[in-house]
């Protein structure tokens, strides 16, 4: 962002500004919320799953470590308590607007793309046994041999969105995004050989890694689902940052 006068940037003085100039983006954030709330409402591909297909997806079918409630408070409000914790120091409207649209744009994507990807594949989740037939006993058609499931419709809807996870690419989006912001303000890659500076940045990582852990922990996803999350979140929530910001290492990185 480069150096400013403190306070010179303002809500009060630039705020109006900055939204009319980036008017355009907020609009087609809220095509995107409207899409994703689309893409739940899709009925996923039930893929043929036969009695011996049964082996990998017969685990226990459990409570989830992290709600699906807490991922929007850790991958999207923290890091924006975060960015308007820095604008209150700096007063600058413009640092505190790109951060958090460059940050509600890559967890936007990410859920759109990590969505859209689970209603096309349809892959059952490792507990979709339990979904499938919660009294335990199976039920196949006598012809296909594909399941016939007799659970509760949203539980079993639940259990063919396996690919990818999507705790973990909220994750990865929302807190990457958030570790790329932090080691640009504290200048980790200015050659300054202050080493610790990469324990802070890189924090928001271990915790993504650990919401991936936890999903299959859980019997919520197989390995590749939160690999792939991992790898999705990661990606957008790059090519969000360095829409608005340079990279760290930049004498500007800031």
Not at 86 to 102: N, S
Request: include cysteine.
């Amino acid at each position: 962002m480069g150096e400013i006068q403190l306070g010179a940037h303002s809500v009060r003085t630039h705020g109006a500004k900055v939204l009319r100039i980036h008017c355009h983006d907020w609009v087609i954030f809220l095509l995107l919320l409207f899409i994703y709330i689309g893409l739940n409402k899709i009925e996923p591909f039930h893929r043929f799953i036969g009695e011996e297909m049964m082996t990998n997806i017969k685990y226990p079918l459990k409570d989830n470590t992290i709600p699906a409630w807490a991922v929007p408070i850790y991958a999207v409000l923290f890091p924006m308590l975060v960015f308007l914790i820095y604008y209150i120091v700096r007063r600058d409207v413009y640092d505190l607007h790109h951060a958090t649209l460059g940050l509600l744009y890559a967890v936007g994507l990410t859920a759109v793309i990590t969505d859209a990807i689970k209603v096309a594949v349809g892959r059952p989740r490792p507990n979709f046994f339990y979904r499938c037939f919660p009294d335990g006993e199976p039920v196949f058609d006598n012809v296909t041999h594909d399941v016939l499931c007799y659970g509760d419709k949203a539980v079993i809807k639940e259990g063919y969105k396996s690919f990818p996870s999507g705790h973990t690419s909220w994750s990865f989006a929302g807190l990457v995004f958030l570790s790329w912001y932090m080691s640009g303000k504290i200048r980790a890659f200015n050659h300054g050989g202050h080493v610790a500076k990469l324990c802070i940045v890189f924090l928001p990582v271990l915790a993504a890694i650990l919401v991936g852990v936890s999903r299959v922990d859980d019997y919520w996803h197989h390995w590749q689902d939160v690999f792939t999350g991992a790898i999705i979140g990661t990606v957008l929530s790059t090519f969000c940052y360095l829409q608005f910001f340079p990279f760290p290492h930049d004498v500007k990185g800031e």
